[in-house]
Nanobody, 124 residues
Framework: QVLLVESGGGSVPAGGSLRLSCAAS????????MAWFRQAPGKEREGVAY????????NYADSVKGRFTISRDATRSTVYLQMNSLKPEDTAMYYC?????????????????WGQGTQVTVSS
């Protein structure tokens, strides 16, 4: 069993920055993948970025490339999402996720573990 707890959300003006953190408890294998998803009101949950927990390889949604950076501290079982140049359309509930297996995915259907979410609001 893996427990994910997010923190770091908040309200910022457009162009601002936030850093989200996700602390994982339970056993995270080096071959596992962790990710950030987001869901805006009335919209489907979408993948933002993922990272291989052991090797650090990453992938990003086109909408956030060049603005967001996902990273991890394997010694602390923590994943981060640094968000710069935030836009109003980035407003959403952000969820930390873990696939629980040796694969990465931006498909919410393939995620086994979810955090409770942290709200990010970007004002124009």
């Amino acid at each position: 069993q893996v427990l994910l707890v997010e923190s770091g959300g908040g309200s910022v003006p457009a162009g601002g920055s936030l850093r989200l953190s996700c602390a994982a408890s339970g056993y995270i294998y080096s071959s596992n993948c962790m990710a950030w998803f987001r869901q805006a009101p009335g919209k489907e949950r979408e993948g933002v970025a993922y990272i291989w927990f052991g090797g650090g390889g990453t992938n990003y949604a086109d909408s956030v490339k060049g603005r967001f950076t996902i990273s991890r501290d394997a010694t602390r079982s923590t994943v981060y999402l640094q968000m710069n140049s935030l836009k109003p359309e980035d407003t959403a509930m952000y969820y930390c996720a873990a696939t629980g297996g040796a694969y990465c995915s931006m498909d919410p259907q393939k995620i086994r573990y979810w955090g409770q979410g942290t709200q990010v609001t970007v004002s124009s």
